[in-house]
Nanobody, 123 residues
Framework: QVQLVESGGGWVQAGGSLRLSCAASVRTFSSSVMGWFRQAPGKEREFVAGIRSGDSTSYTDSVKGRFTISRDNAKNTVYLQMNSLKPEDTAVYYC?????????????????WGQGTQVTVSS
């Protein structure tokens, strides 16, 4: 059974930082594409960042230069370092795993999801 468990969310003032972690029980974690998505109230779930097995990464434009996705295959964990946070980054952040070779930006392309962790950025 595949499980993804996020942690590290919380409340922070604008300009602050948070680091999200996602521990995965995916047997083929090292070859899986991992992604972070977020969903604000009343909005659709949107792609934030993704990372392939070879550490190739992709980011949505609004977080480039502020967020960094990384993975530790020995720990079956993917991270999202979030710096210079803005109030518009406030959302529930989800970790997702995809059985494939490319970083997809559509939530429909991902096979497994975590329960989400709340990130709140105050102005």
């Amino acid at each position: 059974q595949v499980q993804l468990v996020e942690s590290g969310g919380g409340w922070v003032q604008a300009g602050g930082s948070l680091r999200l972690s996602c521990a995965a029980s995916v047997r083929t974690f090292s070859s899986s594409v991992m992604g972070w998505f977020r969903q604000a109230p009343g909005k659709e779930r949107e792609f934030v960042a993704g990372i392939r097995s070879g550490d190739s990464t992709s980011y949505t434009d609004s977080v480039k230069g502020r967020f960094t996705i990384s993975r530790d295959n020995a720990k079956n964990t993917v991270y999202l370092q979030m710096n210079s946070l803005k109030p518009e980054d406030t959302a529930v952040y989800y970790c997702a795993a995809r059985v494939g070779f490319t970083i997809a930006t559509s939530p429909r392309e991902y096979d497994y999801w975590g329960q989400g962790t709340q990130v709140t950025v105050s102005s």
